[in-house]
């Protein structure tokens, strides 16, 4: 099948390498959603019971691609959303001793530095490599006993990828919380949480899932789901929060008990329309294969790496680690490579000083072909400098 033609054939873009920012919207997303918001414009509420069974099923089926069970999944409005709930439902002690790492995207920071402040935590930083090299830093910072550490499965600027298995024997060996980012892992790779547990993984929909905007899930370990604090609660995260909507009065009971898995994180009216577009996304990569997908994304960044690297551009990150590759540029030649791509219709993208391709599994080698000879072209003219 040609999954371009199939799912993107109103794409202006000739080379859309973008995925790590946000993907364009695919066209079964777009008729999963367009039935859902025609059947509201026709029934009204009673498309809400559509729109919660679309919910349920998606809840599934991310657990089939995540290896675990869908109860303890909550869908959220995107991976921002999940990293304040476990920043703020964690169980904090005061004096607690928090890992960070150094270029993280701001909203795998400015969540747990805002709490740290009103906890009073100790935050510790770290580079991602200290974990793997297990430098000086690592032993320095493990040694003072850290409860959790948040780190992003794949860094956005560079695309270095820490893997999960490290990072879920680092848990086991150390005591340590584990909240993993995983917005720009999942999809260029496979994950399985039954093999490597983790305590939190937060996710958006809209870059590498192929999914709207407003679209995201949070899985949190049955272990750590207990021990959570409600600091979040509203109305639908009751226990049978509805029931005085539909059977009669006299039923609305403010002590009603906190749900106790993932769900009670749906706590108001719910972007239905988008889950459905986030369903039928999924449904793609499981139609596909995620081995297949990441096989193939793969595949496609290290052909883009390997062509750089033969027109003398060193890359941020080497080997399969995922499906980011990322050049540091200046200010200038940084601006003026993306506007000359974005004129020749290759869309990428320029993250902290850095030129950013990220390929998915519907795109081919000529996409990857058509990038190089448009940066060698930034090259010959002299436009391209570190």
């Known amino acids: 099948m040609d999954w371009k033609k199939e799912l993107f054939p109103q794409l202006e873009y000739n080379t859309y390498i973008n995925h790590a920012s946000l993907s364009p919207l695919n066209s079964r997303a777009a008729k999963a959603m367009n039935e859902l918001m025609n059947r509201f414009s026709a029934v009204g509420l009673a498309a809400w019971k559509d729109?919660?069974?679309?919910?349920?099923?998606?809840?599934?089926?991310?657990?089939?691609?995540?290896?675990?069970?869908?109860?303890?999944?909550?869908?959220?409005?995107?991976?921002?959303?999940?990293?304040?709930?476990?920043?703020?439902?964690?169980?904090?002690?005061?004096?607690?001793?928090?890992?960070?790492?150094?270029?993280?995207?701001?909203?795998?920071?400015?969540p747990w530095l805002a709490v740290a402040r009103r906890e009073k935590l100790k935050v510790l930083w770290l580079n991602p490599e200290d974990l793997a090299e297990e430098t000086q830093a690592f032993h320095e910072v493990m040694a003072q006993k850290p409860r959790l550490m948040a780190i992003s499965w794949v860094q956005y600027q560079t695309g270095?990828?820490?893997?999960?298995?490290?990072?879920?024997?680092?848990?086991?060996?150390?005591?340590?919380?584990?909240?993993?980012?995983?917005?720009?892992?999942?999809?260029?790779?496979?994950?399985?949480?039954?093999?490597?547990?983790?305590?939190?993984?937060?996710?958006?929909?809209?870059?590498?899932?192929?999914?709207p905007e407003g679209t995201g899930f949070i899985y949190i370990h049955p272990q750590r789901m207990v021990e959570m604090e409600p600091a979040l609660a509203s109305w639908l995260s009751l226990e049978d929060p509805v029931s005085f909507l539909t059977r009669g009065g006299g039923l609305v009971d403010y002590d009603k008990p906190i749900r106790k898995d993932a769900l009670r994180y749906e706590m108001g009216t719910m972007n239905n329309v988008g889950y459905a577009g986030m369903e039928a996304s999924i449904d793609i990569f499981l139609e596909v294969g995620p081995e297949d997908v990441s096989?193939?994304?793969?595949?496609?960044?290290?052909?883009?790496?390997?062509?750089?690297?033969?027109?003398?551009?060193?890359?941020?990150?080497?080997?399969?680690?995922?499906?980011?590759?990322?050049?540091?540029?200046?200010?200038?030649?940084?601006?003026?490579?993306?506007?000359?791509?974005?004129?020749?219709?290759?869309?990428?993208?320029?993250?902290?000083?850095?030129?950013?391709?990220s390929p998915h599994f519907y795109n081919d080698s000529g996409d990857i072909e058509r990038y190089l000879a448009e940066i060698h072209l930034l090259q010959l003219s002299g436009m391209l400098e570190g």
């Open 51 to 110: 729109g919660a069974a679309c919910r349920r099923r998606l809840r599934g089926k991310i657990g089939e691609m995540t290896g675990c069970d869908w109860l303890h999944l909550g869908l959220t409005q995107n991976t921002s959303h999940g990293i304040v709930i476990v920043a703020n439902e964690y169980p904090w002690r005061e004096g607690d001793c928090l890992v960070l790492f150094r270029g993280e995207f701001p909203g795998n920071a400015t």
């Open 295 to 357: 096989k193939q994304v793969l595949k496609l960044a290290d052909e883009c790496r390997s062509g750089l690297q033969s027109l003398g551009i060193k890359t941020t990150s080497v080997g399969s680690g995922s499906g980011n590759v990322s050049f540091a540029l200046n200010a200038a030649s940084l601006q003026n490579a993306a506007r000359h791509l974005d004129e020749k219709g290759i869309c990428v993208s320029t993250p902290d000083g850095h030129l950013r391709a």
């Open 160 to 211: 270095y990828s820490t893997p999960l298995s490290l990072l879920s024997a680092l848990r086991d060996k150390y005591k340590v919380h584990i909240c993993v980012d995983v917005i720009q892992g999942l999809g260029p790779l496979t994950m399985n949480l039954e093999e490597t547990p983790l305590d939190f993984v937060v996710c958006g929909g809209h870059k590498w899932l192929l999914s």
